[in-house]
């Protein structure tokens, strides 16, 4: 059934206080829930019936006002319990059992390990008993949890402990207390019971209020908190300064859970994490995984402002929260590490995959108008494009307007569920400015493409840039309006020197607003080059003829960092389409010019400051970037084009490669910003040195897989061993398990790089990795790192030919559908891209998904992807 934006009302019913007790065991948790129920004064519909929703649940006990209600006065079916004829006000009592230890979808009470656990985003409440599970619906929580006092010595749960610590009870129970004095909506709620070690500290607010932190995992796992801990304060401290946001509890909770759908969940007071985004050691784990925790800490922290205390007043209002808290994340790792890294890494991500998202069959605006299982919606798109289109309302109100805008957007709506509408409307209204047209960008699909030409003046000394935008997307909206896009353009003279545009600036935000517009500046003596779109002021597809000289020297000069980097990109990715054309078309493949060889060589010879960002300046673009800006993709034609210019640009620069590699071989373990930053430039001279082949590069880097002192420098090398032969490569893998099978997010990436391997019979290791005793379905980091990873990361042998590759994957996720249809929804997004691929392909890849439609029984998180996929 499809859920129209259109139909959205407003709730009948509301809920003042949800009293919530809890009998915890694994098999058969009793839930009492008392709710304070009245009718909504400002709703005008007259159903007389208060119908609550409710999923595989076992009713025991009904009572209305004290009474207990007889069934005529009742109806319950699979996803509802119906109340006939209720009075305005009322309390409406209920009791009923779940079985947290059957639940492998998941969602709603569940046991992880020994724990039990929650995840009530997006409808998981209803899977713990019958309520109004949906957002616009809040309330006041008090929860009570009794459970064996050895088996769960932990209860946690939303919002203030009350009363003494734990109560002990009769049959070696005990009982805890909790209550949180901010109305929520369900999805909000969280519970945790378990033998958990914990990580304690503090953090004093802005005005002085003290907050007790904690961090809870499984014992063995205490070691590997204090990264994560950090990260809590930092963010705490940057919403503070960046945001003006205090947390307001008493308390903030972290819960590392080895069994989690998604990365985490920002539940109030009590944050439930996937323990890939908590855990953190310098030996298990790399320098990417201590970013993202970070990130994944900040992302869940800022979610008490921009989500909790503002909430969505529907689902298709998922980027509110979402788009505007993924901005937030943003500027906090931007902050903690390199602005122009983290802008780098962000942008790489959105091209490479949201694009391909909004180019396929499941393109969707940033709020949806329709969908039958909101899970399928924790898109790309609602996520990163929809940070993008808060990032361009930061640019075009600048860092004082927005924060403004911010100010009053939370102030005005504390305690409500509202719309992306009502954010828009409060940056408007604070700054007086007008963003109707803006509001576009909230409900078209689609990439647009921007296409530039430029004019020089020579007698008028004037320079004219033009722009065309097309919103060339998907067939399900035809009425494109033109869309406002903020275009940030700096002009570089021949010696690379920024002209001024105005006065004294040298970057200037232009503002698209019609199909087609100019913009003329003056006094212009030469003709300048364009260093358009920097730091990517907007979510387009820029299209651009510049000579492959202008691209050179914006590559050398330009001081927009994400430009000067999107320059040399362009250069490569224009080589290597060029080789592919070669191979395609038997050519003799097109040398890469000196020129280009020789900023390289300039770049690896001139220390940067920022050597991160060095690193990012003189690596290809991936082969999925490329992929996605091909119309069909030629799998083996790319990976040939690649390496073939991977192998020219090692082989020019071999000595510089070497001598950065072993320069930078002695940093250690620290996780500090300057050894990270060695670390990832050693690696990448790893990568070229490897494309050479040679038996010194070979033992060099074995080498450096058994020397390891952290994971960064491990992985990189197993990944580079994980192409050769399997018959050599067998070794280091075996190696490399025995010394890291204890650990299970490291044995995830053990499982993973053997899933990505590009050898000719990674599929076979594939088939084999499922039979081996660490793979469970029942664990989605698992399910993600061998199935998942084999279908996102492995597109060589994911597309074979032979269409063994997507057999495979339609096999899973048919295996995986009775288990966690959420999870095998997302693997199934990986058959949607069929269009991209040749006839042959397209068949195979087709019949694989009529395969997967006609199974029953089928989940309608499958089912929906399935048929959007075939569809369109
Ligand atoms: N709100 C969470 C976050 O982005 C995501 C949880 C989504 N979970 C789900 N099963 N749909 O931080
Ligand atoms: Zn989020």
């Known amino acids: 059934k499809t859920i129209y934006l259109k139909d959205y009302t407003v709730p009948e019913f509301l809920i003042s206080k949800t009293e919530l007790h809890f009998d915890l065991s694994a098999d058969k948790t009793l839930v009492n829930s008392r709710l304070n129920i009245y009718r909504n004064p400002d709703c005008k519909k007259t159903n007389p019936d208060l119908v609550l929703m409710g999923e595989e649940l076992t009713l025991i006990d009904l009572k209305v006002d004290g009474e207990r209600l007889h069934p005529e006065h009742y109806t319950l079916d699979d996803k509802t319990l119906t109340i006939h004829n209720p009075s305005a006000r009322f309390v409406l009592e209920i009791s009923n059992h779940i079985n947290p230890s059957t639940n492998t979808a998941l969602s709603g009470l569940y046991k992880s390990n020994t724990m039990l656990c929650t995840q009530c985003e997006a409808e998981g409440f209803r899977r713990i008993t019958w309520f109004l599970d949906r957002p616009d619906v809040m309330s006041i929580f008090s929860v009570t949890m009794v459970a064996d006092k050895d088996e769960y010595p932990v209860l946690l749960s939303n919002g203030n402990r009350t009363g003494s610590p734990n109560i002990a009870l009769a049959d070696n129970k005990h009982a805890a207390r909790w209550h949180d004095p901010f109305p929520k909506p369900s999805y909000l709620f969280a519970l945790v019971a378990g033998d958990l070690a914990c990580l304690k500290d503090s953090f004093t607010t802005c005005s002085g209020r003290e907050v007790a932190l904690e961090v809870y995992v499984e014992e063995h796992d205490l070691d590997k908190t204090s990264h994560a801990m950090q990260s809590l304060k ?95 994340d943003q500027q906090f790792t931007a902050h903690q590490t390199s602005e122009a890294v983290k802008r780098i890494k962000d942008v790489n991500m959105l091209r490479t995959h949201q694009f391909a998202e909004d180019a396929g069959p499941l393109s969707h605006p940033i709020r949806p108008s329709s969908f039958v299982e909101i899970n399928n919606f924790y898109t790309l798109t609602i996520y990163e494009k929809g940070a993008e289109v808060v990032r361009m309302l930061h640019t075009l109100l600048g860092e004082t307007g927005f924060r403004k805008g911010c100010d009053l957007y939370f102030e005005r709506y504390d305690g409500q569920a509202v719309t992306t509408e009502d954010f828009v409307t409060a940056l408007e209204d604070a700054n007086n400015a007008n963003f109707e047209q803006f509001k576009q960008w909230y409900s078209q699909a689609g990439t647009p493409t921007v296409t530039v030409t430029t004019s020089y003046n020579q007698n008028e000394k004037t320079y004219t840039v033009s722009f065309e935008q097309h919103n060339n997307s998907p067939s399900t909206q035809a009425d494109k309006e033109p869309l406002v896009i903020p275009i940030r353009l700096g002009l570089l003279d021949d010696n690379g020197k920024e002209l001024n545009l105005h006065g004294e600036q040298t970057s200037t935000v232009l503002e698209l607003t019609k199909a087609e517009q100019s913009f003329t500046f003056t006094d212009i003596n030469t003709e300048p080059t364009p260093s358009i779109l920097r730091g990517f002021s907007a979510p387009i597809k820029l299209q651009q003829t510049l000579s492959i000289e202008q691209k050179i020297h914006l590559f050398q000069h330009d001081k927009d960092a994400f430009n000067r980097w999107e320059a040399g990109q362009n250069c490569l990715s224009y080589f290597i389409f060029k080789t592919i054309d070669a191979i395609q078309n038997h050519h003799k493949v097109p040398p890469l010019p000196d020129e280009l060889v020789g900023t390289f060589r300039a770049i690896l010879q001139q220390p940067l400051a920022d050597l991160a960002y060095q690193s990012l300046l003189l690596s290809l673009p991936s082969k999925a970037y490329l992929a996605e800006q091909m119309s069909t993709i030629d799998i083996d034609a790319l990976y040939q084009a690649h390496r073939i210019v991977k192998q020219t640009l090692a082989s020019s620069l071999q000595d510089l490669w070497l001598a950065h590699y072993h320069a930078n071989h002695h940093v250690g373990a620290g996780t500090d910003s300057q050894s990270i930053a060695q670390r990832s430039f050693k690696n990448l001279c790893l990568d070229y040195l490897m494309a050479l082949e040679t038996d010194e590069v070979r033992s060099m880097c074995i080498q450096q897989f058994e020397t390891a002192r952290n994971m960064t420098d491990q992985i990189a090398a197993l990944a580079e061993l994980s192409h050769l032969d399997t018959s050599i490569n067998v070794s280091y893998f075996d190696a490399f398990y025995q010394q890291w099978k204890n650990e299970d997010l490291v044995i995830d990436k053990w499982f993973a790089l053997q899933a990505c391997s590009e050898t000719t019979d990674a599929l076979h290791s594939v088939k084999k990795l499922t039979q081996h005793p660490d793979f469970d379905m029942k664990t989605p980091n698992r399910v993600r790192s061998v199935i998942g990873a084999f279908a996102t990361a492995n597109p060589l042998h994911f597309n074979a030919i032979d269409g063994s590759g997507y057999e495979f994957v339609a096999d899973n996720i048919l295996l995986l559908d009775s288990i966690n249809p959420q999870v095998a929804a997302r693997l199934a997004n990986s058959l949607s891209h069929w269009k991209k691929f040749d006839s042959t392909r397209q068949q195979l890849i087709k019949a694989q998904l009529s395969r997967i439609q006609a199974h029953t029984p089928l989940s309608k998180d499958v089912s929906e992807i399935v048929s959007r996929s075939l569809t369109a």
Do not use: P
């Not at 705490?236 to 972290?254: N, P, S, T, V």
């Not at 996937?274 to 800490?297: G, H, R, W």
């Open 234 to 328: 930092n963010a705490m401290r940057w919403d503070e300064q960046a945001f003006g946001r205090e947390y307001d509890l008493d308390i903030y909770m972290i819960v590392a859970v080895s069994h989690f759908n998604m990365g985490a969940m920002e539940n109030k007071g009590l944050n439930i994490f996937n323990t890939k985004y908590v855990l953190a050691s310098e030996k298990t784990a790399t320098d990417a995984d201590f970013e993202n925790v970070e990130a994944v800490i900040g992302h869940e922290y800022f979610h008490n402002w921009s989500g909790n205390r503002v909430t969505c007043r529907d689902w298709f209002q998922l980027s509110l929260k979402e788009g505007f808290t993924v901005f937030r």
